[in-house]
């Protein structure tokens, strides 16, 4: 099974995602990856080198056909949960500018998630959990890219946890049940 967490930054998506993965005892990977192009998206959220948003969507689409042939190879053996996948491309760069239809195109070779859990939030809490100190990390960009991800969890039907108010727990046992209710219908 391929399981994905998204949500804006600061949604707990690594702390859930590495929580199911420990007890799913799934292999757990994330986006942007630790590749050579994963570094150098890292460098420009960090604020460090300049690239059109163009030239980022290009990046992400590319580190995401590297890492998803390691996902698929995987998935012959063991189950992989990943923290932000395609749905990421589409929410923060559709939100920045770059056109929609293009993301999708150059993102076609992507695998489809069997299941995909939004995380929501207050993007204020999200933002002190975080410090705000990457290039997408303010108030203004981060509350459009959550009304992104609400459009898109209509259109591919993702399972939405508000996690206001609530624990890394509460949210962990919430995540479990809809887990445990998505297996028992395989
Ligand atoms: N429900 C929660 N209640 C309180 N603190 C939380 C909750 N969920 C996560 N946190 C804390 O918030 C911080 C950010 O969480 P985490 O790194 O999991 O978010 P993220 O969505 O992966 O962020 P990013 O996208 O920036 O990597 C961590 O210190 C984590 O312990
Ligand atoms: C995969 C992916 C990520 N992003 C953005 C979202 C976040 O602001 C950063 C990644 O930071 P994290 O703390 O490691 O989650 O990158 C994006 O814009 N597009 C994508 O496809």
Known sequence: ???????????????????????????????????????????????????????????????????????????KSRDVVCDRYLYSSIAYQSVAGVDEDFIKSINRYALKPDIVFLL??????????????????NKSFLQKVQEKYLELAEEYKFIVIDTTNKTIDEVYKEILEHYKKYSNKL
Do not use: Y
């Open 1 to 75: 099974m391929f399981i994905v967490f998204e949500g804006i930054d600061g949604s707990g998506k690594t702390t859930l995602s590495k929580l199911l993965s420990k007890s799913l005892n799934a292999f757990w990977t994330c986006e942007p990856t630790n590749s050579p192009i994963g570094k150098l998206i890292r460098e420009f959220l960090q604020k460090k080198v300049k690239l059109d948003d163009r030239t980022l969507a290009l990046l992400f689409a590319a580190d995401r056909v590297e890492h998803t042939k390691i996902i698929k190879d995987i998935l």
């Open 120 to 137: 929501t939030i207050d993007v204020d809490v999200a933002l002190k959990r975080v410090k705000g100190k990457d290039i997408f990390e």
